[in-house]
């Protein structure tokens, strides 16, 4: 199973994508897409739009996991994340993928096993689990970790599903 991972920003839109193979999580790549402060909202909205959806094209997920919003500096800034998460969802939605969300507690939960990790935990793991040279771009580091969140939580939500 590939997975998208994302963490949504007006300026910055993190992504990472892995594979989950039997066991094993392998990094396929990462980024960033970066929006002008200058430009109209509307017009920085269609970046990210755009954007992921040349990354959906060009990778293929079978999956996309984005990270929800849960506070922010002051009300317009909530609102400018939530419609960048917006235009993230809807590429995902537009290409066909199933998109599920994580809070960052869930995230850090998954990734490293407790739901109140410091950010520089998270992203040490997300190195460690994916064996990667470095540490990720901030952003594309959390997208990965919502990526691995969900490649582990995808596993759990088919077990409990068989169940009932």
Do not use: W
Request: glycine fraction near 8%.
């Amino acid at each position: 199973m590939r997975v998208l991972g994302i963490d949504p920003g007006s300026r910055i839109t993190g992504y990472g994508i892995i594979e989950k193979v039997g066991n094993r999580l392998v990094h396929v790549d990462n980024g960033a897409i970066h929006t002008d402060n200058h430009k109209e909202f509307a017009l920085r909205l269609h970046r990210i739009f755009e954007g992921l959806c040349e990354v959906i094209a060009e990778y293929r997920p079978d999956a996309m996991a984005v990270e929800q919003v849960f506070l922010a500096h002051n009300a317009q800034s909530a609102l400018k994340l939530g419609q960048a998460r917006g235009a993230a969802i809807v590429a995902g939605v537009n290409a066909g993928l199933p998109v599920s969300e994580y809070t960052a507690m869930q995230v850090k939960q998954a990734v490293v096993g407790y739901g109140h990790a410091r950010k520089e935990q998270v992203q040490q793991m997300v190195k460690s689990l994916l064996n990667l040279p470095e540490i990720a771009q901030a952003d594309a580091s959390d997208a990965l970790a919502v990526a691995v969140c969900h490649a582990n939580s995808a596993g759990m939500k088919n077990i409990l599903r068989s169940i009932r």
